[in-house]
């Protein structure tokens, strides 16, 4: 009988170990990558929304944000900068969220989604994003 949890307690050893970072932090990732597309940024996004809130989280930018649908789960979204940043700068980057929604239903659904700025912050000791839709600036402070 104890040949049976063998496996997956050498398993589940494995996968806390692989999720630890060097000073023993837990590593929890972002929902999504954000990305650089000035073509894509320049284009509206396919369906409404209205922006809750957004704050840095760690290194995620984390976006609640409402629409109309069934439940959300047939939801895609997509976070996009209009420039590539430079080691060195404090400069900032402009964002905004792609959102298509092909659900038809009447209910108002608010979700929250996290999206990695870590490839933004290489070589930079901070940076300040405008997001589309939300007055206030988030900076990132490394």
Do not use: H, R
């Amino acid at each position: 009988m104890l040949k049976n949890f063998k496996c997956p307690i050498i398993l589940l050893a494995f996968i806390l170990l692989a999720c630890n970072t060097d000073d023993g932090d837990l590593v929890l990732p972002c929902d999504f990558t954000a990305f650089i597309d000035l073509d894509l940024y320049n284009e509206p996004s396919q369906s409404e929304f209205t922006i809750e809130s957004a704050q840095i989280n760690d290194n995620c930018l984390d976006i609640t944000f409402s629409a109309s649908g069934c439940d959300g789960v047939s939801w895609v979204v997509q976070l996009v900068s209009d420039i590539p940043l430079q080691a060195g700068d404090f400069g900032g980057a402009n964002l905004s969220l792609k959102f298509t929604n092909p659900e038809v239903c009447e209910a108002y659904i608010t979700k929250t989604y996290s999206f990695s700025v870590l490839d933004y912050l290489n070589g930079l000791e901070g940076i300040s994003f405008s997001l589309q839709g939300w007055e206030e600036p988030l900076t990132f402070v490394n």
